[in-house]
């Protein structure tokens, strides 16, 4: 099984609400990785796991609280959240932490209204 | 400030060979180089990487130059699966720093 699967596929919330988005993989990764991609623009890092551990937060809004429950699930959490945090959210894992091929899930549309 | 430069866009017939320019004229002498694409709807996909020397695999070649600052995807016959965004990333030891982006277009 070489694939990261990510729900739900679509999302729309408001600013008052709470919700999470849910990555998982069954390859065996050690590091999993939270990225954020609006239109037409690249993907951007949020979150390094390492060994279910928090590695890199790359300076992201506390309304975004990723959680890793085990090694095969990662999660973020959301609320309070803003129109312009309307984008695609990517989840990817990787065999080790540095250097390796990292393997990307189809992502999560998010709308906030 | 990107640390990989690309062009915007590029087109290229069916079945010819596609060279996708990349620069990353600060690249440190640990940072790998990363090729992923991403089709439309979809999450990147793994191309190929590399640290100094040229690679090979089933989908491209890496060329990369001897001073490390610029590297070459080839795509050795363009099908029109190819087309979609191609991005160069350098690696640095869990880091991806994606550049802008290369957006195919293969025309049949």
């Known amino acids: 099984d070489t694939e990261v699967t990510q729900t739900p596929k679509h999302l729309v919330m408001g600013m008052t609400n709470k919700k999470s988005l849910k990555c998982e993989q069954h390859?065996?990764?050690?590091?999993m990785y939270w990225y954020k991609q609006k239109a037409k623009k690249p993907p951007e890092l949020m979150f390094v796991?390492?060994?279910?551990?928090?590695?890199i937060n790359e300076s992201v809004p506390s309304r975004f609280s990723p959680e890793c429950p085990n090694s095969s699930l990662l999660n973020l959490h959301l609320h309070a959240l803003q129109p312009e945090d309307s984008a695609l959210y990517l989840c990817?894992?990787?065999?080790?932490?540095?250097?390796?091929?990292?393997?990307f899930g189809p992502g999560t549309r998010l709308t906030v209204l | 400030d990107a640390k990989t430069t690309q062009p915007n866009s590029m087109e290229s017939n069916e079945e010819e060979p596609v060279h996708l320019p990349c620069n990353h004229s600060?690249?440190?002498?640990?940072?790998?180089i990363h090729w992923y694409r991403q089709l439309p709807s979809q999450g990147p996909e793994y191309v190929i990487h590399?640290?100094?020397s040229n690679v090979n695999n089933r989908m491209a070649s890496l060329a990369i130059a001897e001073d490390r600052k610029s590297s070459t995807l080839i795509l050795h016959r363009a099908t029109l699966r190819d087309a979609a965004v191609y991005y160069c990333?350098?690696?640095?030891?869990?880091?991806?720093?994606f550049g802008t982006g290369t957006s195919l277009t293969v025309i049949p």
């Open positions: 796991y390492s060994y279910e551990k928090l590695s």
């Open positions: 990817a894992s990787s065999q080790g932490q540095f250097y390796n091929e990292q393997f």
């Open positions: 990333i350098l690696n640095t030891g869990n880091q991806f720093y």
């Open positions: 390859m065996g990764h050690r590091a």
């Open positions: 590399g640290l100094t």
């Open positions: 600060t690249i440190s002498g640990t940072d790998y």
